[in-house]
């Protein structure tokens, strides 16, 4: 057996990860004719309506709405959905906050579910049990491009007559039995901040699947202070309010730009993390997402879990022998399930307010999604990017199978 690293034997990786240039000629030639236009304001210029137009093409769908954030972008989708005061929306226990903000925002109430244990996407006989009068949307979320189970959510949805936004902020071009995902909810939101597929430096899309103008109309409106710009005069007469959450040309330019990089670097990362999940079959100890065949996954981060009983180390064990064979690699992705935050076990998303938890029974015990409380203790996140090679591919398979076998239980 080769010596690990971490006790003195050779690292597996010792040359450097591929790296790359995310912004070229490209964006710098998109922000000068921004400039040029002598506005920087999304409805005078052509950039962000460029942008959506090119996205729209992408995505097959005619409306999409442009925001400051992904975070807004979610907000915008749950305002259009009607989400408001006391309502109740499911989402997963993990994910980014981004994903709650704007459910609290509209003083709704996060129901969280919990999740299958080798996808990290929501489980939908969880969601089916967290059902209530009060359920009005679910957000899904695309978990590090690992495409949700959508069949079934869209027939509780249907059933119930509640909306479905896809949280796809991690989940550029993935493909859910060859449909991409965030064209098969009601919404579909993006980020576009400076970590994700594709940047913008902040920003984010909502795609209007109803097809229906005036739903459009209302999510445009809702990333926009509840203005209706989009008829001949603009409209200010708001009944109720809506953030200002509007993307600027200068991120229009920069997103034109990007969207043109953006299905290469999605086959890249499929491939990379593809090739990870089938090198890393087999390894005692080491369980590999579940990625079916039929959908195509985008890889954000790629993240396993460990099988602690089939090893002799801890976790924390196992992923610094990782980096001494130099792969960068995290334990864990967020530290608890969100609804741990001081903001759930508090009931108090504003200070010196219980408002809207008091007098809601949702609850945020300890164990209320034990899969996921079990995934974040046992996962091991492992970066992936474009610019990589497919030796670094090679040697991260390399050193995950070599701290495995240095690890493994045998039975005796
Ligand atoms: C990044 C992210 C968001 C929020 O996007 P921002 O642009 O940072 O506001 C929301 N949900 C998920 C799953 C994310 O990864």
Same mark, same amino acid.
């Not at 954000?300 to 980096?323: I, K, P, V």
């Not at 960068?328 to 809207?356: D, E, K, T, W």
């Given at each position: 057996m080769e010596t690990l690293a971490i006790h003195g034997g050779a690292p597996v990786k010792t040359g450097p990860f591929g790296t790359g240039k995310r912004f070229g000629d490209e964006e710098a030639a998109q922000l000068l004719e921004a400039l040029e236009q002598n506005t920087l304001f999304y409805h005078f210029g052509s950039k962000v309506k460029q942008f959506l137009a090119d996205f729209n093409a992408m995505y097959g769908r005619e409306y999409s709405v442009a925001t400051s954030s992904g975070t807004a972008a979610l907000h915008v989708a749950l305002g259009a959905a009607g989400v408001s005061v006391g309502d109740e929306v499911i989402t997963s226990p @993990? $994910?980014?906050?981004g994903t709650l903000i704007g459910i609290l925002y509209q003083n709704a109430i996060p129901v969280f579910a919990d999740l299958e244990p080798h996808t990290y996407n929501l489980d939908p006989a969880s969601v089916a049990a967290r @059902? $209530?009068?009060?359920?009005k949307a679910i957000i899904v979320v695309h978990l590090a491009g690992y495409p949700c189970d959508m069949d079934p959510i869209m027939e509780i949805a249907k059933k119930h007559g509640i909306k479905v936004i896809e949280d796809c902020a991690q989940a550029y071009l993935t493909r859910y039995k060859g449909r991409l995902t965030g064209t098969i909810g009601d919404y579909g939101c993006f980020s576009t901040n400076?970590?994700?597929?594709?940047?913008?430096g902040d920003g984010g899309m909502v795609l209007i699947n109803s097809g229906a103008r005036e739903d459009y109309e209302t999510a445009h409106a809702f990333a926009d202070k509840n203005y209706r710009r989009l008829g001949t005069t603009v409209d200010r007469g708001t009944s109720y309010i809506a953030p200002n959450y509007r993307m600027t040309e200068l991120q229009g330019a920069v997103g034109i730009a990007q969207l043109k990089k953006l299905p290469w670097i999605c086959e890249r990362r499929q491939r990379y993390g593809d090739r990870l999940n089938e090198g890393l079959?087999?390894?005692?100890?080491v369980i590999p997402p579940q990625v079916d065949p039929e959908h195509d996954c985008t890889y954000w981060f790629y993240m396993l879990r460990l099988d602690l009983d089939q090893l002799t180390c801890s976790r924390a064990e196992f992923c610094s022998a990782l980096e001494a064979e130099g792969i960068p690699n995290r334990?864990?992705?967020?530290?608890?399930?969100?609804?741990?935050q001081p903001l759930f076990q508090n009931r108090q998303?504003?200070?010196?307010?219980?408002f809207p938890f008091d007098g809601s029974s949702v609850s945020y015990k300890p164990g209320l999604c034990p899969v996921a409380e079990e995934i974040l203790v046992t996962a091991v996140q492992i970066p992936l990017n474009e610019f990589y090679s497919l030796e670094d591919i090679e040697d991260i398979i390399h050193a995950v199978a070599k701290v495995g076998a240095c690890y493994a239980k045998s039975d005796e």
């Amino acid at each position: 057996m080769e010596t690990l690293a971490i006790h003195g034997g050779a690292p597996v990786k010792t040359g450097p990860f591929g790296t790359g240039k995310r912004f070229g000629d490209e964006e710098a030639a998109q922000l000068l004719e921004a400039l040029e236009q002598n506005t920087l304001f999304y409805h005078f210029g052509s950039k962000v309506k460029q942008f959506l137009a090119d996205f729209n093409a992408m995505y097959g769908r005619e409306y999409s709405v442009a925001t400051s954030s992904g975070t807004a972008a979610l907000h915008v989708a749950l305002g259009a959905a009607g989400v408001s005061v006391g309502d109740e929306v499911i989402t997963s226990p @993990i $994910t980014d906050q981004g994903t709650l903000i704007g459910i609290l925002y509209q003083n709704a109430i996060p129901v969280f579910a919990d999740l299958e244990p080798h996808t990290y996407n929501l489980d939908p006989a969880s969601v089916a049990a967290r @059902i $209530t009068p009060r359920t009005k949307a679910i957000i899904v979320v695309h978990l590090a491009g690992y495409p949700c189970d959508m069949d079934p959510i869209m027939e509780i949805a249907k059933k119930h007559g509640i909306k479905v936004i896809e949280d796809c902020a991690q989940a550029y071009l993935t493909r859910y039995k060859g449909r991409l995902t965030g064209t098969i909810g009601d919404y579909g939101c993006f980020s576009t901040n400076d970590f994700k597929h594709i940047s913008t430096g902040d920003g984010g899309m909502v795609l209007i699947n109803s097809g229906a103008r005036e739903d459009y109309e209302t999510a445009h409106a809702f990333a926009d202070k509840n203005y209706r710009r989009l008829g001949t005069t603009v409209d200010r007469g708001t009944s109720y309010i809506a953030p200002n959450y509007r993307m600027t040309e200068l991120q229009g330019a920069v997103g034109i730009a990007q969207l043109k990089k953006l299905p290469w670097i999605c086959e890249r990362r499929q491939r990379y993390g593809d090739r990870l999940n089938e090198g890393l079959q087999g390894i005692q100890g080491v369980i590999p997402p579940q990625v079916d065949p039929e959908h195509d996954c985008t890889y954000w981060f790629y993240m396993l879990r460990l099988d602690l009983d089939q090893l002799t180390c801890s976790r924390a064990e196992f992923c610094s022998a990782l980096e001494a064979e130099g792969i960068p690699n995290r334990a864990g992705y967020i530290p608890q399930v969100c609804y741990m935050q001081p903001l759930f076990q508090n009931r108090q998303a504003y200070p010196g307010s219980h408002f809207p938890f008091d007098g809601s029974s949702v609850s945020y015990k300890p164990g209320l999604c034990p899969v996921a409380e079990e995934i974040l203790v046992t996962a091991v996140q492992i970066p992936l990017n474009e610019f990589y090679s497919l030796e670094d591919i090679e040697d991260i398979i390399h050193a995950v199978a070599k701290v495995g076998a240095c690890y493994a239980k045998s039975d005796e």
